[in-house]
């Protein structure tokens, strides 16, 4: 029986394509079966527990794979890293029953969205936060988030190809958000991190929020405005799609107990 091998894995999204393996560009997954599959003597198929767009950043993106090698762990996390480009790094390695599967079992996911509003977006950070100049109404997007909380049709934020509308199976656009937060990053003026936590997201669902909010914060728009694109389930409401390199997906929950509630702040 092969073993049934679960990583924990950060990436600079950059250089890729996103994720999923294609033909047309480099990808994170196409990246890592190749030296897997030169480590393992083998061809191998990695699954991961949701797919990042083109640009998108991960701090512990989980994946899984089989493989019939006897090799120890260390090859999975030491001798990987050896071989993989410096913006792939696995952080964890480790062997779990046959059953498990990475994206089936997960039960939540945190993505964070770090931008800065300043008028000069300081170079080294240009590829790790959207620049969205102008003014940040703080008071106004945390009321806004507040709306997200809870289970909602999020079809105002989806993205294009995100789901054949079709299917009459399946949840559609709904989804469950446990914990929506936006907060100052410490010591650095005009830096602003939100942070949403949910069973699932639709594509490219957390970055047309940050584009909407955006907005509230600007005072373009009001929170009311914000509850009615909500309700409107019509992504023609929303606004723009935010820029893909301030996204980090962040972490992914296996336990119930792990997943972070909202607190008394958002």
Known sequence: MKRNIRLVIAFDGTAYNGWQRQKNGPTIQGTLERKLSVLCCESVCIHGAGRTDAGVHALGMVAHF???????????????????????????????????????????????????????????RRLYEAHLPGSFDLTACRRSLLLLMGSHDFASFEGAGSRDPLRKDGRGAVRTIFQARCSPISGQPNRWSFSITGDGF?????????????????????????????????????????????????????????????????
């Open 66 to 124: 089989k493989t019939g090698a006897v090799r120890p762990l260390s090859a999975f996390t030491r001798g990987l890293n050896s071989m993989l480009p410096h913006d792939i790094r696995i952080l964890e390695a480790c062997e779990m029953p046959s059953d498990f599967h990475s994206r089936y079992h997960a039960l939540a996911k945190t993505y964070r969205y770090d931008l800065f509003t300043g008028d000069v977006m300081p170079p080294t």
């Open 202 to 266: 639709l594509r490219h669902m957390v970055r047309n929020i940050v584009g909407t909010l955006r907005q509230v914060g600007m005072g373009i728009i009001s929170p009311d405005d914000f509850a009615a694109i909500v309700a409107a389930c019509d992504r023609h409401q929303a606004g723009p799609t935010a820029p893909a390199c301030g996204l980090f997906l962040e972490q992914i929950y296996y336990n119930r107990q792990d997943i972070p509630v909202l607190q008394d702040t958002p």
